[in-house]
């Protein structure tokens, strides 16, 4: 397992390339929304209380979690 893992989820070398078109304005606003909620999430199911906070501050949906 590579340094770029994350427990044991490796990573998978994805890159996207930012050439100025609409569809990669497109693919970089998904980029850059989904990557990081995808650990904030990750860290909230896991029970860290500043990834919870994250989570129901910005109304993520994550079913794992009691509502307030």
């Known amino acids: ?3 770029a893992s ?3 989820l490796p990573h998978t070398g994805v890159v996207t ?3 100025g078109t609409p ?3 497109r693919r970089i606003e998904r980029i850059l929304w989904n990557d990081p909620v ?3 999430t990750r860290h909230a199911d896991s029970g860290y209380e ?6 129901r ?3 993520l ?4 979690l009691e509502p307030n």
């Not at 500043?50 to 989570?55: F, I, L």
């Not at 949906?61 to 794992?64: E, K, N, T, V, Y």
């Open 17 to 19: 390339v930012c050439d």
């Open 50 to 55: 500043s990834a919870v906070e994250c989570v």
């Open 61 to 64: 949906d994550l079913s794992s």
């Open 38 to 40: 995808t650990g904030v």
């Open 23 to 25: 569809e990669a304005e």
């Open 6 to 8: 994350a427990g044991l």
């Open 57 to 59: 501050e910005k109304r």
């Open 1 to 3: 397992m590579g340094a």
